[in-house]
Structure formats: structure tokens, C-alpha cells
């Protein structure tokens, strides 16, 4: 195994260290499906989440008017009842106490009829996304953990999904700016976040190669299906997993990778499958966080050039 590099930055809060950026494992899946018909198999998917991580690894919500409230019964209330609200729902839950970005589970589920949307050229895609720490990948072993990953894809009827190695962080704050930017260039396998503004443009594009990638129509329909993709990737390690016929996971290996430009790692399999990939993968536009328009390119197109 190639330990993931541990990348921790904290900002001083009344003389205490406050963590504001960890390295992560993300399980992201993005559906253009519509919220109302989705909603109960992102609950299930939650409650799958919930038993394999432990009942209380969630204990906070964003109560969407600018704090966080303890996850107690009334909370979960909460929870189902944006769950059930009939075109959009916004949900956020984290940890408490000593490391608050270590678990989280955020869902964005959207209409995609949405006319303010149409309106400005976006689109809607409904998305759900899973953290972990690197610690429990890290004591469970990569097995357990693609374990769980296939029983929460079993109930998303996804267009597209991506596990890997990826930063998590209290948005773009001064002590995080710096840090994300030189990991980021460094280690090519660690994912930068995002949902929110993929969730108005990714639409069925690919973001790009990750330890484990997911794919569905229409993308795996273009590849030949699971049989088309498999003869295109001849790397030793990486293997395609048909899922059903329309759905497929890509495995780049049996652990994810950060690779190493200093070190000369340049993830040779990760670069095959982005070179496979290409004419789909998303590309972004606009401002993303902190990040100038030159180094959200050069991100994007690290496996490329």
C-alpha cells in the first residue's frame, strides 16, 4: 500500500488550533434523475452509509439558516422532512467534537425541469456524496470499503460516480488556500470537491480518473458497454467490474493513489483511462473557490498532459 500523504491545516480560534482541511476519501454519485423519485434510495443509501461507518458518526446538521444543530431525533425529523418536500432538497451532516470533517454526507437533489434553471444554460443534476476518513481506509482495508461503496451504488440509479482520495475542507479560508494548491499539483490522484457547482453543470459528463470510477449510460453506451471499456484498458491491476448492463466500475488498483510528481509517480493507469475518457470528461467554467482559471485547467487536465 502507498500511504495517502497526510495533509492537515487548522486556523487559530481563540487561541485554539481549529481544523479546517483533511486529506479524505469521497464517494460522490451524480444522477439526472429527479429529486422526487430518488429520494427514498438516497435515505437507504444513508442508513447503508450509517451501519458500515457506526449510528453516531453523523451527529450535526446545517440547519440551512447559518449554524448547526445537534442530529438527535428532532433533527433527523428534519432530515426526512426536506427529504420529502416534492422538487429539491439540500442536506448536510457531519461529525462533532474533535474532527468534524471526518465523516460527512451532503445531497443535492434537484428538478430538472427547474425553468430558472434552463433559463441560465445550467444543468440540473441531482448528486449524493459520502466522506470517510483516510484512517478508516486505512484500518478497514480497501476491500471493506469497495464493499460499501457497491452497496450504496446498488440503489442509485447514477449516471456517473467517483471514489477516491480528496481534500475536505471548511470552504476557502486563508490557512486552507495555500496548502490545497501545492497538494494539489503534487498529488494528481487527490480530488479537489465540488458538488454545488457540479450539480448545476456536470450534467452526464465524467469528471475524470479516480481510484474507483463509476459509469452509466450514456458515457458506458458510447465505450461499447463493460466489454468495449475492458479491451481499452490494458494496464496490469486495472480491472472493470459490470455492475448490470448498463452500469460498470472501473478499478484502478487495489488501494487508491496519490502519486508524487516530485517523486516522478505520475499514475500511468489513471493517465490510460482520462486518455479513454476524454471526449466526455467535464471541463469547468468560471471560478471554483480560490482557484484562478489557469490552475482549475491545469487541474483538470493533469492526466492529459
Excluded at 21 to 48: G, T
Excluded at 51 to 80: H, I, P, S
Amino acid at each position: 500500500m502507498k500511504r495517502a500523504p497526510k495533509i492537515r491545516a487548522h486556523q487559530d480560534v481563540e487561541g485554539e488550533p481549529f481544523l479546517v482541511l483533511r486529506d479524505s476519501v469521497s464517494i460522490s454519485f451524480y444522477l439526472q434523475c429527479e429529486h422526487s423519485l430518488i429520494s427514498h434510495r438516497v435515505r437507504h443509501a444513508l442508513e447503508v452509509y450509517l451501519r458500515a461507518v457506526g449510528m453516531d458518526a453523523l451527529d450535526e446538521f446545517d440547519t440551512q439558516k447559518g449554524e448547526w444543530d445537534v442530529l438527535d431525533e428532532k433533527g433527523w425529523g428534519q432530515v426526512d422532512e426536506w427529504l420529502s418536500r416534492p422538487h429539491s432538497a439540500r442536506i448536510h451532516l457531519r461529525g462533532r467534537g474533535g474532527d468534524e470533517l471526518a465523516f460527512g454526507f451532503n445531497y443535492l437533489g434537484k428538478s430538472l425541469e427547474d425553468p430558472l434553471a434552463r433559463s441560465w444554460g445550467l444543468v440540473p443534476t441531482s448528486a449524493v456524496e459520502f466522506w470517510l476518513p483516510t484512517e478508516f481506509l486505512e484500518a478497514q482495508g480497501p476491500e471493506r470499503v469497495r464493499a460499501l461503496v457497491l452497496e450504496l451504488a446498488e440503489g442509485l440509479p447514477f449516471n456517473s460516480g467517483e471514489v477516491g482520495l480528496a481534500f475536505r475542507m471548511r470552504g476557502w479560508l486563508q490557512s486552507n488556500i495555500q496548502p490545497v494548491r501545492a497538494a494539489a499539483l503534487r498529488h494528481p490522484g487527490i480530488g479537489l470537491s465540488g458538488m454545488d457547482e457540479l450539480t448545476d453543470q456536470l450534467g452526464a459528463l465524467i469528471r475524470g480518473p479516480v481510484w474507483l470510477t463509476f459509469l452509466g449510460s450514456p458515457v458506458l453506451d458510447k465505450l461499447g458497454g463493460s466489454a468495449g471499456l475492458r479491451d481499452r484498458l490494458t494496464f496490469p491491476g486495472t480491472t472493470v467490474r459490470e455492475l448490470d448492463g448498463s452500469r460498470a466500475m472501473v478499478s484502478l488498483g487495489e488501494w487508491p493513489e496519490a502519486g508524487d510528481l516530485e517523486a516522478g509517480d505520475r499514475l500511468p493507469h489513471y493517465r490510460e483511462l482520462a486518455r479513454v475518457l476524454e471526449p466526455w470528461l467535464y471541463r469547468h467554467e468560471g471560478p471554483w473557490g480560490s482557484l484562478t482559471p489557469e490552475e482549475i485547467r491545469r487541474w483538470e487536465r493533469r492526466f492529459l498532459d
